[in-house]
């Protein structure tokens, strides 16, 4: 267990849709990443926050939008959703940034858009 | 554009032998490169890091090999073990995996058969 959590488990919905994922970091870590994990696409990175601001952005959609909170939890909000936007969604955290900092990842969230 | 390369897709190893997945990355400006391992159903779990300034670090029966001027690492599992099978993920990233996320291979899935 990476002390990392997640939430729903397990999402389905249709296309057009909004969801909201949610992400508990370890208790102390104050930098949160976002991924997406799909067949064709492998692991790519979508977006980071340290302490409840935006740090770095990768390959996240227009359509896609995240925050952290003051109490470092983050959420992923997808919007528009299409068929393409089904897979695995995982959180990670980290002590800080930078410097080798280990990514913890939390057990993610499977997306279904039907 | 897949900036970490990663070979083979699959690998099936005799109890005991030597499970050998590479990696060649493109990007000079990395300077982390981790090996993660993920279980089916579970988050990607960090197995061993190296950085750019030496060629070799040795965890236990994992070890990653790295040439800076081929632009190349390798993860080496030693007396490999069923409890092994799982899916292997070298990554790479700038600033110590801090700023900008973490960019994944596709993913070696391994095997080892008793």
């Known amino acids: 267990d990476s002390g990392v959590t997640q939430t729903p488990k397990h999402l389905i919905t249709a296309t057009g849709q909004r969801v909201t994922l949610r992400c508990s970091p370890r208790s102390g870590d104050l930098s949160v990443y976002w991924y997406q994990q799909s067949l064709d696409q492998g692991l790519q990175f979508l977006i980071q926050y340290y302490n409840g601001e935006e740090r770095a952005k990768g390959n996240i959609l227009e359509r896609f939008s995240a925050q952290q909170f003051p109490d470092l939890h983050s959420e992923l909000n997808l919007s528009s959703l299409e068929l393409g936007d089904s897979a695995l969604y995982f959180c990670?955290?980290?002590?800080?940034?930078?410097?080798?900092?280990?990514?913890?990842f939390g057990p993610g969230t499977r997306l279904l858009v039907l | 554009q897949q900036q970490v390369k990663q070979s083979p897709q699959s690998l099936i190893v005799q109890k005991g032998g030597i499970s050998i997945i590479n990696c060649a990355y493109e990007?000079?400006?990395?300077?982390?490169f981790p090996w993660y391992q993920q279980f089916p159903g579970k988050g990607p779990a960090l197995l061993i890091a190296i950085r750019p300034d030496v060629s070799e670090k040795k965890e236990g029966r994992f070890t990653i090999s790295f040439n800076k001027s081929a632009k190349q690492f390798s993860l080496h599992i030693m007396d490999s073990q069923p409890g092994d099978s799982a899916t292997y993920f070298c990554?790479?990233?700038?600033?110590?995996?801090?700023?900008?996320?973490?960019?994944f291979g596709k993913g070696t899935h391994l095997i080892i058969q008793p």
């Open positions: 990670a955290s980290s002590a800080t940034y930078g410097g080798g900092e280990t990514q913890y």
């Open positions: 990554a790479a990233s700038i600033g110590g995996g801090g700023a900008d996320g973490l960019t």
């Open positions: 990007n000079t400006a990395f300077d982390y």
